[in-house]
């Protein structure tokens, strides 16, 4: 029981830290890159995030496929949130 409670707590921060991490590094680094407004970038950041996950899945016993998967999609939206944040800040017509 212990077990999985901490195996929820690590999949619930991976999912955050992933989220605000992703976010804010599209947001404050890659401003002026115009590939992050291409569609299959969340995409493609999620399944890098993903085989990351796996990786360290394989590498610590507490942590499962659930908390990868948590993690690659929470990158995913991140990156997705943080090129919609962008484009909202960019005056119209120049988008």
Do not use: H, K
């Amino acid at each position: 029981m212990i077990g999985f409670l901490i195996s929820v707590v690590a999949a619930g921060a991976a999912a955050i830290f992933g989220f605000s991490a992703a976010r804010n590094f599209v947001r404050n680094r890659l401003r002026y890159v115009d590939a992050v407004n291409n569609p299959l970038i969340p995409l493609v950041a999620g399944v890098g995030a993903g085989a990351l996950g796996l990786f360290v899945v394989g590498l610590l016993p507490i942590v499962g496929i659930g908390t990868a998967t948590a993690f690659a999609f929470s990158v995913g939206l991140g990156v997705a949130s943080g090129a919609r944040d962008i484009r909202r800040a960019l005056p119209p017509g120049t988008d």
